[in-house]
């Protein structure tokens, strides 16, 4: 997703609904039927793809532990992937 900085606005609806701009849409990567997370930070309000923020959440959550099992290279977490996929396969 490519880093772009603009401004756009929408009017809310009666009910608090508001669409998406489609160039904010394009630039989040949400497409019909996508979730997306609301993050208040005093007045200000931030609109990300739902999916984006739990993944970004999910290796926050994650860092350092690939270190302490030994997984130190990304063909470390490679063969571990196969070897899952062997064992999954197997069952």
Same mark, same amino acid.
């Given at each position: 997703?490519?880093? +772009?900085?603009?401004?756009?606005?929408?009017?809310?609806?009666s009910?608090?609904?508001?669409?998406?701009?489609?160039?904010?849409?394009t630039?989040? $990567?949400?497409?019909? $039927?996508?979730?997306?997370?609301?993050?208040?930070? $005093?007045?200000?309000?931030?609109?990300?793809?739902?999916?984006?923020?739990?993944m970004?959440?999910?290796?926050?959550?994650?860092?350092?532990?690939?270190?302490?099992?030994?997984?130190?290279?990304?063909?470390?977490?490679?063969?571990w992937?196969?070897? +899952?996929?062997?064992?999954? +396969?197997?069952?």
């Amino acid at each position: 997703m490519a880093e +772009s900085i603009f401004v756009n606005d929408a009017r809310v609806m009666s009910k608090g609904q508001v669409t998406i701009p489609k160039n904010v849409r394009t630039a989040l $990567g949400i497409e019909t $039927g996508d979730r997306v997370t609301f993050i208040v930070d $005093g007045a200000n309000v931030r609109v990300v793809n739902s999916a984006v923020y739990a993944m970004m959440r999910f290796q926050e959550q994650m860092k350092g532990q690939a270190k302490q099992v030994g997984m130190l290279t990304e063909e470390d977490v490679a063969a571990w992937i196969t070897q +899952s996929r062997r064992e999954e +396969s197997d069952e």
